[in-house]
């Protein structure tokens, strides 16, 4: 199957700061990518909707300006987390589709952000 | 709007035994349903999905789930399962413009 690399896969960044995660489909392009946010023992929340070329859709309630999402290419998607604070910790996962039909979605292997 | 609803948050069981994880989702068009699995501190794999046609779906590693139209709903079931399938199961459905929307979780603890 089509493999998504996400990268870091654990942060800890201190409070104020930025950081960025990337989510890069190895062996496919991907027209969409999906960024998800998830707290301990609880299910996936999703943030934005990024396509490549293109300003992403943020869901309700998602900080379009705290959460910047780049999707520049057909391979990458950028999410950044500006001036992060403590309840930004959470674990952040991507997925990728490819193609507008594709029923199918890869997902990467998640982000464990801790902002101290 | 489309939604999925997992009906059991914890599901304990022991070694070997049959195990279904519950899933009911509502939409009022077509409907494309998956089953992922989540090991701790990873991202989701896929298990299984229904897209159209047979409504009983299998996974490689025996699990399967079947498509009740009537009953809306997507359960998946095991009919032996190993203490390496401890983990959290989500369901999920395909909204239009294809984002994922997935049910609470449900945790399957696999006892010796």
């Known amino acids: 199957g089509a493999v998504v690399s996400q990268h870091p896969s654990r942060v800890i960044c201190k409070s104020g700061t930025s950081v960025k995660i990337e989510c890069r489909s190895l062996?496919?392009?991907?027209?969409?990518m999906f960024w998800y946010r998830q707290f301990p023992k609880q299910s996936l929340m999703l943030m934005a909707t990024?396509?490549?070329?293109?300003?992403?859709?943020?869901e309700q309630g998602v900080e379009k300006d705290k959460f910047l999402i780049n999707h520049a290419s057909l391979t990458l998607s950028t999410l950044t987390v500006t001036s992060a604070h403590p309840e930004d910790s959470s674990f952040y996962i991507c997925?990728?589709?490819?193609?507008?039909?594709?029923?199918?979605?890869?997902f990467g292997q998640g982000t464990r952000l801790t902002v101290v | 709007a489309q939604s999925v609803t997992q009906l059991d948050s914890q599901v304990p069981v022991f070694e070997e035994a049959p195990v279904e994880l519950r899933c009911n989702y509502s939409?009022?068009?077509?409907?494309?349903l998956f089953w992922y699995v989540q090991y701790p501190n990873q991202g989701l794999q896929l298990l299984l999905k229904?897209?159209?046609?047979?409504?009983l779906v299998e996974s490689i590693n025996g699990f399967e789930a079947e498509f009740n139209k009537s009953q809306t709903s997507f359960h998946l079931r095991k009919p032996s399962v190993h203490i390496s399938d401890t983990a959290e199961y989500f369901c999920?459905?395909?909204?239009?413009?294809?984002?994922?929307?997935f049910g609470q979780g449900t945790e399957l603890s696999v006892k010796p």
């Open positions: 997925s990728a589709v490819q193609g507008a039909q594709n029923t199918e979605a890869f």
């Open positions: 062996d496919f392009q991907a027209t969409t």
């Open positions: 229904y897209l159209s046609g047979s409504t």
């Open positions: 999920a459905t395909r909204h239009q413009g294809g984002k994922l929307i």
């Open positions: 939409s009022s068009v077509s409907v494309y």
């Open positions: 990024s396509n490549e070329g293109s300003k992403a859709t943020y």
